[in-house]
């Protein structure tokens, strides 16, 4: 049995090389590297008034806010999805998330049907200076 607690783990910054508003805290608490066959997650927290940069993913998502508010555009449409929220994003349809509110937003991505995921973001982000993110290479 593989678990994993949101509220244990240890997260890694990500800033945008030229946005520094694209901010967020992340990490990939399941994926094929951890032994999923079938899914892969993402958890990231962004503090008010940061977004996580628009991108697009190799694989649905399903996006669950587990604290705060954000602002969540999911191609030409934006919503609010505050606790408890939920937001689908289709494969491959640009997306971003904006916090809101006026505490840190937590939030789980939960892919379906791929084990590892790449992500392709409109700006690129530091300290890895590329705007890909491609979790079949972050535990090899």
Do not use: W
């Not at 899914?39 to 669950?64: K, M, Q, W």
């Not at 991505?109 to 973001?121: D, L, S």
């Amino acid at each position: 049995m593989t678990t994993v607690n949101v509220n244990e783990i240890e997260l890694n910054e990500f800033i945008g090389k030229d946005d520094k508003k694209q901010h967020c805290k992340a990490t990939f608490p399941l994926i094929g590297a951890h032994g999923s066959k079938q899914l892969a997650t993402v958890y990231f927290e962004l503090e008010p008034g940061d977004n996580l940069g628009r991108h697009t993913d190799s694989s649905e998502e399903l996006l669950i806010v587990l604290k705060g508010t954000v602002e969540a555009t999911v191609g030409s449409e934006t919503k609010t999805a505050k606790r408890g929220g939920l937001v689908l994003v289709p494969e491959m349809v640009p997306h971003d998330l904006k916090n809101t509110g006026t505490t840190t937003a937590k939030v789980l991505g939960v892919f379906g049907g791929a084990n590892n995921i790449v992500a392709t973001f409109d700006k690129a982000m530091l300290p890895t200076e590329s705007n890909i993110v491609d979790t079949s290479l972050l535990f090899s």
